[in-house]
């Protein structure tokens, strides 16, 4: 792939797909959704509560099996591939809800997930700690998500900031080429926000991104595309200037985008 | 030196090893040299099992069943091909590995209840079938005229030399275990416990991994239930009922198995040395029992060693030898990070 900006027109998509369908029972949550992810940069999949945003990452990933239509990765049809199929060819992703190895220390959970430690994953014989391969990349990751000097401590007794990176750095240590962060950002204070602002801001110069927010100054700041899912369906999508001055999304958010310019909105 | 030595054998182990070698010392002047053997036995049983319960987490109810499969195994060997230990021991072990991992095809995408109900579905099948084939198992009457034989000259029919060829066995399956837990397979198999969702998000296939440590888990079974049908010079259907597929079970929670890589050892000793003893007291020792081990579960549910540890400093669960040498070299450790004593798990 040549350098082509992020998002350029184009270039073979990352990720597509076409009719993606999924309903519970009688209720439609997804309603033929067609998504497309260009290599590089960062794409944010916004929209109100119930929009379809998670049962969208959980199709992509493979935790929940589609309805109907199609999800390609790289051109390869992977629409039913078991979760750590997906996760071996590079979709890596993150969790709404906190999902850590606890009672392992912070370089443990990294290591686990780490390619070259999953490769041995049979190996019951060599300890875990001298798979060197594995060691050194996950310290990399530990330092990378900012948590240097807290590798030794058990994932549990991390403050809830950090345990928001851990979930990015256990998505990262996969090697990801789309990298799908739900909801990185939910609960953080101020500080920590920055810091995974920095973090997320420098992985989207190298990887593909794919990230469900709903911190509006966020998506819009950092974000390069944006697609508005609104009951099962996408509504809008564009660059987020575009997104923010479109009529539909305005209604469909009711004015959490129609409020002041965001970052005013933040104070 | 010191970390190959902690890689092989942590002081705790090293500890126990050297407590069970000196008990023939003592157990002859009580009789109670074979209750040690037992313990051994079941010790082998359990921390097998506990790869299951404690480090997988998958309460698998049905572990008896391998148990005993071992020792018909055992007997079966003994009584219709060469004779020997060594064959038979083998074919304990080896032919409950091959029954465990016929059974593990179908537990192992089963979660929850429905995986426990079908390892309860396996064990009562397995018990039937014992009265089933029964010409091959001796039935009721269980496969009775199984022969310790001797070894390097001792005659293993003594108690005190089958002592010490059990207690080999539970050193060298110790050892195994240990560098199982902490091997990569064995963070894959914890991270599975902790959350298997995760576990494949980051690209475990966990139902493989599944198959395999029930799979390896009946192997210690049948090993154990190979050295039991010695022990009893038979191999008999009971250990094979539900209940006791219970007792193993217990044994790993009252020790503590979530909380410790020793648990089982511990819950095997609690279980069978009690037992002995209210049983010396009272005749209603099945009611004192089924009281204290209420309690435990009741009041801690962590098991003895997890309260021990909930004592001693706020933990994680579990330590490798290379984790430990680097925090040594941690100047000021975090707050709360594991204190530097801990070693087992």
Same mark, same amino acid.
């Not at chain 1, 935790?63 to 390609?72: K, M, P, S």
């Not at chain 2, 179908?106 to 079938?129: C, D, E, H, P, Q």
């Not at chain 2, 296939?205 to 210690?220: E, N």
């Given at each position: 792939?040549?350098?082509?900006?992020?998002?350029?027109?184009?270039?073979?998509?990352?990720?597509?797909t076409r009719g993606l369908r999924k309903a519970f029972g009688g209720h439609v949550v997804l309603d033929g959704v067609d998504l497309?992810?260009?290599?590089?940069?960062?794409?944010?999949?916004?929209?109100?509560?119930?929009?379809g945003?998670?049962t969208c990452f959980n199709l992509l990933t493979g935790f929940l099996a589609a309805d109907g239509g199609e999800i390609?990765?790289?051109?390869?049809d992977v629409t039913r591939l078991?979760?750590?199929?997906?996760? %071996? =060819?590079?979709?890596?992703?993150?969790?709404?809800?906190?999902?850590?190895?606890?009672?392992?220390?912070?370089?443990?959970?990294?290591?686990?997930?780490?390619?070259?430690?999953?490769?041995?994953?049979?190996?019951?014989?060599?300890? $875990?700690? @001298?798979?060197?391969?594995?060691?050194?990349? @996950?310290?990399?990751?530990?330092?990378?998500?900012?948590?240097?000097?807290?590798?030794?401590?058990? $994932? %549990?007794?991390?403050?809830?900031?950090?345990?928001?990176?851990?979930?990015?750095?256990?998505? =990262? @240590?996969? !090697?990801?080429?789309?990298?799908?962060?739900?909801?990185?950002?939910?609960?953080?204070?101020?500080?920590?926000?920055?810091?995974?602002?920095? =973090?997320?801001?420098?992985?989207?110069?190298?990887?593909?991104? *794919?990230?469900?927010?709903?911190?509006?100054?966020?998506?819009?700041?950092?974000?390069?595309?944006?697609?508005?899912?609104? %009951?099962g369906r *996408?509504?809008?999508?564009?660059?987020? @200037?575009?997104?923010?001055?479109?009529? !539909?999304?305005?209604?469909?958010?009711?004015?959490?985008?129609?409020?002041? $310019?965001?970052?005013? $909105?933040?104070? | 030196?010191?970390?190959?030595?902690?890689?092989?054998?942590?002081?705790?182990?090293?500890?126990?090893?050297?407590?069970?070698?000196?008990?023939?010392?003592?157990?002859?002047?009580?009789?109670?040299?074979?209750?040690?053997?037992?313990?051994?036995?079941?010790?082998?049983?359990?921390?097998?099992?506990?790869?299951?319960?404690?480090?997988? /987490?998958?309460?698998?109810?049905?572990?008896?069943?391998?148990?005993?499969?071992?020792?018909?195994?055992?007997?079966?060997?003994?009584?219709?091909?060469?004779? &020997?230990?060594?064959?038979?021991?083998?074919?304990?072990?080896? /032919?409950?590995?091959?029954?465990?991992?016929?059974?593990?095809?179908?537990?192992?995408?089963?979660?929850?209840?429905?995986?426990?109900?079908?390892?309860?579905?396996?064990?009562?099948?397995?018990?039937?079938?014992?009265?089933?084939?029964?010409?091959?198992?001796? &039935?009721?009457?269980?496969?009775?005229?199984?022969?310790?034989?001797?070894?390097?000259?001792?005659?293993?029919?003594?108690?005190?030399?089958?002592?010490?060829?059990?207690?080999?066995?539970?050193?060298?399956?110790?050892?195994?275990?240990?560098?199982?837990?902490?091997?990569?397979?064995?963070?894959?198999?914890?991270?599975?416990?902790?959350? #298997?969702?995760?576990?494949?998000?980051?690209?475990?296939?966990?139902?493989?991994?599944?198959?395999?440590?029930?799979?390896?888990?009946? &192997?210690?079974?049948?090993?154990? &239930?190979?050295?039991?049908?010695?022990?009893?010079? /038979?191999?008999?259907? #009971?250990?094979?009922?539900?209940?006791?597929?219970?007792?193993?079970?217990?044994?790993?929670?009252?020790?503590?198995?979530?909380?410790?890589?020793?648990?089982?050892?511990?819950?095997?000793?609690?279980?069978?040395?009690?037992?002995?003893?209210?049983?010396?007291?009272?005749?209603?020792?099945?009611?004192?029992?089924?009281?204290?081990?209420?309690?435990?579960?009741?009041?801690?549910?962590?098991?003895?060693?997890?309260?021990?540890?909930?004592?001693?400093?706020?933990?994680?669960?579990?330590?490798?030898?290379?984790?430990?040498?680097?925090?040594?070299?941690?100047?000021?450790?975090?707050?709360?990070?594991?204190?530097?004593?801990?070693?087992?798990?």
């Amino acid at each position: 792939m040549t350098d082509t900006p992020p998002g350029s027109p184009g270039s073979t998509p990352v990720l597509e797909t076409r009719g993606l369908r999924k309903a519970f029972g009688g209720h439609v949550v997804l309603d033929g959704v067609d998504l497309s992810f260009e290599p590089g940069g960062l794409s944010a999949l916004i929209g109100p509560n119930g929009a379809g945003k998670t049962t969208c990452f959980n199709l992509l990933t493979g935790f929940l099996a589609a309805d109907g239509g199609e999800i390609r990765f790289k051109g390869q049809d992977v629409t039913r591939l078991p979760p750590h199929r997906r996760a %071996r =060819l590079g979709i890596c992703r993150s969790f709404q809800i906190l999902n850590l190895f606890d009672d392992d220390t912070v370089l443990e959970n990294v290591r686990v997930a780490v390619p070259s430690m999953r490769a041995r994953g049979f190996d019951c014989w060599t300890p $875990a700690g @001298a798979v060197s391969a594995a060691e050194d990349r @996950a310290a990399r990751i530990v330092r990378l998500i900012g948590l240097g000097g807290r590798e030794r401590v058990a $994932a %549990r007794y991390l403050s809830y900031g950090q345990r928001r990176l851990l979930e990015i750095g256990l998505a =990262l @240590a996969g !090697e990801p080429e789309l990298l799908l962060l739900d909801e990185p950002t939910s609960g953080l204070g101020m500080r920590p926000m920055e810091t995974l602002r920095e =973090l997320v801001q420098q992985l989207s110069a190298r990887l593909t991104i *794919v990230v469900i927010e709903h911190d509006m100054d966020f998506v819009l700041t950092l974000s390069h595309h944006v697609t508005v899912l609104h %009951r099962g369906r *996408v509504i809008a999508e564009g660059p987020p @200037a575009a997104i923010r001055d479109h009529p !539909e999304v305005r209604e469909a958010y009711l004015g959490r985008l129609g409020a002041p $310019a965001p970052r005013e $909105a933040r104070g | 030196m010191g970390t190959v030595l902690a890689r092989w054998a942590p002081p705790p182990m090293l500890a126990m090893f050297a407590l069970f070698l000196l008990l023939p010392t003592v157990l002859p002047r009580f009789g109670y040299t074979y209750l040690g053997t037992e313990v051994m036995i079941f010790a082998i049983f359990a921390l097998g099992y506990n790869l299951l319960l404690g480090y997988t /987490g998958l309460p698998a109810f049905g572990h008896g069943a391998f148990f005993g499969i071992g020792g018909y195994l055992l007997g079966m060997t003994q009584k219709w091909t060469t004779g &020997g230990l060594a064959l038979p021991l083998v074919a304990a072990t080896a /032919g409950t590995l091959l029954f465990g991992a016929a059974v593990a095809l179908f537990v192992a995408r089963r979660r929850g209840i429905y995986f426990s109900l079908l390892t309860i579905a396996f064990g009562v099948m397995f018990w039937f079938m014992v009265f089933v084939f029964d010409t091959w198992t001796g &039935g009721e009457d269980g496969l009775t005229g199984i022969n310790r034989l001797a070894l390097l000259g001792y005659a293993l029919r003594d108690n005190v030399p089958f002592y010490y060829f059990v207690y080999a066995w539970f050193v060298g399956v110790t050892l195994v275990l240990w560098r199982i837990v902490n091997s990569p397979f064995g963070q894959v198999i914890r991270a599975i416990r902790q959350s #298997e969702s995760r576990a494949r998000a980051v690209g475990y296939d966990t139902a493989r991994y599944k198959w395999a440590v029930f799979t390896l888990s009946c &192997g210690f079974a049948g090993l154990a &239930g190979g050295l039991y049908a010695l022990a009893r010079f /038979g191999a008999f259907a #009971e250990p094979m009922s539900l209940s006791q597929s219970g007792n193993v079970v217990l044994m790993c929670l009252i020790g503590g198995g979530f909380a410790s890589f020793y648990g089982p050892v511990l819950g095997v000793v609690v279980f069978l040395v009690l037992r002995d003893v209210l049983s010396t007291l009272t005749d209603h020792w099945m009611l004192a029992y089924g009281v204290l081990f209420m309690a435990v579960i009741l009041f801690m549910p962590e098991g003895i060693l997890g309260v021990v540890r909930r004592l001693r400093q706020p933990a994680g669960f579990h330590d490798t030898g290379a984790a430990h040498a680097a925090r040594a070299e941690e100047a000021a450790p975090p707050l709360h990070s594991r204190a530097p004593g801990e070693r087992e798990r």
